[in-house]
Antibody, heavy 115, light 106 residues
Framework: QVQLQESGPGLVKPSETLSLTCTVSGGSISNYYWSWIRQPPGKGLEWIGYIYYSGSTNYNPSLKSRITISVDTSKNQFSLKLTSVTAGDTAMYYC?????????WGQGTLVTVSS | DIQMTQSPSSLSASVGDRVTITCQASQDINNYLNWYQQKPGKAPKLLIYDASNLQTGVPSRFSGSGSGTDFTFTISSLQPEDIATYYCQQYHNLPYTFGQGTKLEI
């Protein structure tokens, strides 16, 4: 059973870049789509974007100018970068296996944007 | 963006009850709809994909139906461990969008 684990800073200053990594274990990152989803505290889910293991991506247009999702197949990892963060980017960030349908999820990591 | 509207936003039911949640899409999404369960403090879990297909390992008391713009999620006999928030999600068009969630309480 594939497992996913998010990692990265829990606190980011406004205007800086949020960087998270998702490490996949128990299976290869190859031949699958991989997604990022976020959830502000007490609110619903927002799809951020996905990447195919080959590197092709699709992003939410509301975030497209600020996000980059990348993959490192040698490390079985994929990553999220979100630039110019504001308090509105404070959320639990989840990585997941799948593009349109998220079959397996990481436990999530809370990122707070604050000075 | 396609708007997904769930009803009700919250629901109180008893063990053994049949529970139904509806999800309406702002445009035709065929059957490109998933249902997720999120327990407090946990990540979402896929229950139903393609509107009506039960994910492997999910108890058969969960079911989904619908096509087009109107969808239904049903728990045939509510169990205590089903306390959670349930979300629908469309994947007919990018960006993929979720309903606002239905919080189920006992």
């Amino acid at each position: 059973q594939v497992q996913l684990q998010e990692s990265g800073p829990g606190l980011v200053k406004p205007s800086e870049t949020l960087s998270l990594t998702c490490t996949v274990s128990g299976g290869s990152i190859s031949n699958y789509y991989w997604s990022w989803i976020r959830q502000p505290p007490g609110k619903g889910l927002e799809w951020i974007g996905y990447i195919y293991y080959s590197g092709s991506t699709n992003y939410n247009p509301s975030l497209k100018s600020r996000i980059t999702i990348s993959v490192d197949t040698s490390k079985n990892q994929f990553s999220l970068k979100l630039t110019s963060v504001t308090a509105g980017d404070t959320a639990m960030y989840y990585c997941a296996r799948g593009g349109s349908t998220c079959f397996n999820w990481g436990q999530g990591t809370l990122v707070t944007v604050s000075s | 963006d396609i708007q997904m509207t769930q009803s009700p936003s919250s629901l109180s039911a008893s063990v053994g009850d049949r529970v139904t949640i509806t999800c309406q899409a702002s445009q035709d999404i065929n059957n490109y709809l998933n249902w997720y369960q999120q327990k407090p403090g946990k990540a979402p879990k896929l229950l139903i994909y393609d509107a009506s297909n039960l994910q492997t390992g999910v108890p058969s008391r969960f079911s989904g139906s619908g096509s087009g713009t109107d969808f239904t999620f049903t728990i045939s006999s509510l169990q205590p461990e089903d306390i959670a928030t349930y979300y629908c999600q469309q994947y007919h068009n990018l960006p993929y969008t979720f309903g606002q969630g239905t919080k189920l309480e006992i």
